[in-house]
């Protein structure tokens, strides 16, 4: 038998429940917020990718699934949404007709990563982007937003780890200090962060290894970098989020995977996920637009995990009963009268009932056993007497009861259930 591919899930029913009810809340939530759906294709080309993620990053260099199509144009599987939606804005000339842009997604994304708990090579995102406003009211609005999707989901304990990357200037003057002091303990750093300093130096910072820590608690403090108008985006920042009462902390050693960040960076943490602590993160990508060969346009934008969200809310019990029931079941008594059930079902359900018949021509007993495990509320049976008299029983599941009808009155008294 041929199996899944090794990092993709089928979703199978019982999982889709707890798929639409998150969906259904980032969808409010997002139109609270007055953000619009955006939807871009699942391939676009691969130098969109490593123009705005970064040649250097793991996502481009280590975790895409890129192809060569046959007309031999690499085509990558968008391992995130950011830089296709930056695509798409300078594409359609969005911002002429609108200075600020808002817009929410949700789909599949692609890495090729090693799966473990909470990580998949295909994987979903639910994503919020703010294009238009360089003010930090914009960075504070995406947080709110994702703080009010955990709240909405019942998803309290959490931590919300914030850092300023700067401005391009003070970035610049970090990077070289960092180097200096990484290249001081070179000897002393983990095999990959030796390789990192050379590549990516930044991304050093973010290491877990036991021997980097050590050393990277003696290393300079990014914030201490930062010029005038970088602390003063961050500070200010941090006082709407403090005016509004959502708690932060403050973590310098934040950097994040994707090289088109800079001032604020942040991500939203869970001690129920294990190693993969992130249920989504996100910050500010003013040079993206202009990395993309656009004009300047300042942007902040988040992504959540959604697959993460779901571990979380399964293990806290967050889910509420999800169950769906059935209106009617209407059971046949003799299969030669099939026409006959069959149009009373799609009248039925043309009035807006959800209702089941049998398929399998199968005896009444096990018929009645599909309808108890459908939970159907009411149940019809027919047989040749009912279509003789046009006299139909409608008895309700939940205690029982049986009332006659006949077939013209019977779909005033589901209207009337309604
Ligand atoms: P990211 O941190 O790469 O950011 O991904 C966001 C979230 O997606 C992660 O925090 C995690 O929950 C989830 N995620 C990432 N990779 C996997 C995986 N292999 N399996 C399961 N879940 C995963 C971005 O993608 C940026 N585009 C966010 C952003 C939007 N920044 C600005 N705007």
């Known amino acids: 038998m041929i199996q899944n591919v090794k990092g993709t899930k089928d979703l199978l029913p019982e999982a889709?429940?707890?798929?639409?009810?998150?969906?259904?809340?980032?969808?409010?939530?997002?139109?609270?917020?007055?953000?619009?759906?955006?939807?871009?294709?699942?391939?676009?080309k691969t130098e969109l990718f490593s123009r705005s993620i970064g040649e250097v990053t793991d996502i481009v260099n280590k975790e895409m699934y890129s192809f060569l199509d046959?007309?031999?144009?690499?085509?990558?599987?968008?391992?995130?949404?950011?830089?296709?939606?930056?695509r798409a804005v300078m594409q359609h000339s969005l911002l002429r007709q609108n200075p600020i842009l808002r817009f929410w997604y949700f789909g599949p994304f692609f890495r090729y990563e090693q799966p473990q708990k909470g990580r998949q090579r295909q994987f979903h995102q639910y994503g919020a982007e703010?294009?238009?406003?360089?003010?930090?009211?914009?960075?504070?609005?995406?947080?709110?937003l994702a703080v009010n999707i955990f709240n909405s989901l019942g998803i309290k304990d959490f931590k919300?780890?914030?850092?300023?990357?700067?401005?391009t200037e003070s970035r610049a003057n970090y990077r070289e200090t960092l180097i200096e002091f990484l290249k001081e303990n070179e000897n002393k750093l983990s095999k990959e962060s030796q390789i990192r300093l050379q590549t990516n130096p930044l991304r050093v910072l973010d290491s877990k290894a036991e021997a980097d820590i050590e050393i990277l608690n003696q290393a300079p403090n990014i914030l201490n970098f930062l010029d005038t108008e970088s602390r003063n985006h961050f500070e200010e920042l941090l006082a709407i989020l403090d005016y509004q009462g959502i708690k932060y902390e403050i973590s310098s050693k934040l950097v994040r995977g994707l090289d088109y960040y800079s001032h604020t960076v942040f991500e939203f943490q869970s001690h129920a996920l294990g190693a993969q602590n992130?249920?989504?993160?996100?910050?500010?990508?003013?040079?993206?637009?202009?990395?993309?060969?656009g004009e300047e346009t300042p942007a902040v934008g988040l992504a959540l995990g959604i697959e993460r969200i779901i571990l979380?809310?399964?293990?806290?019990?967050?889910?509420?009963?999800?169950?769906?029931?059935?209106?009617?079941?209407?059971?046949?008594?003799?299969?030669?009268?099939?026409?006959?059930l069959i149009s009373i079902a799609e009248k039925l359900r043309q009035n807006g009932m959800a209702v089941a018949t049998?398929?399998?021509?199968?005896?009444?007993?096990?018929?009645?056993r599909e309808a108890n495990k459908m939970k159907a509320n009411y149940l019809i049976v027919i047989g040749d007497d009912e279509i003789k008299t046009n006299l139909l029983t409608i008895k309700d599941m939940r205690n029982g009861e049986q009332t006659q009808y006949s077939l013209n009155s019977i779909e005033e008294f589901f209207k009337k259930q309604q």
């Not at 046959?70 to 930056?86: D, H, Q, W, Y």
């Not at 992130?278 to 990395?291: H, I, S, V």
């Not at 293990?315 to 029931?325: D, I, R, S, T, V």
């Not at 049998?358 to 009645?368: A, C, T």
């Open 358 to 368: 049998d398929l399998l021509r199968r005896s009444l007993k096990s018929q009645m």
């Open 16 to 44: 889709i429940a707890k798929w639409q009810y998150i969906q259904s809340t980032l969808q409010k939530i997002s139109e609270q917020y007055n953000y619009e759906e955006i939807r871009t294709p699942i391939f676009e």
């Open 130 to 144: 703010c294009i238009g406003s360089r003010y930090p009211e914009s960075d504070a609005e995406i947080i709110a």
């Open 312 to 340: 979380i809310m399964e293990e806290k019990g967050l889910f509420p009963n999800l169950e769906k029931k059935l209106d009617l079941y209407i059971v046949s008594l003799d299969h030669s009268n099939q026409k006959y």
């Open 278 to 293: 992130a249920m989504g993160g996100g910050g500010r990508y003013d040079k993206l637009f202009l990395e993309l060969g």
């Open 160 to 167: 919300l780890a914030i850092n300023s990357l700067g401005n």
């Open 70 to 86: 046959k007309g031999e144009e690499s085509i990558s599987l968008r391992p995130e949404l950011t830089a296709s939606i930056a």
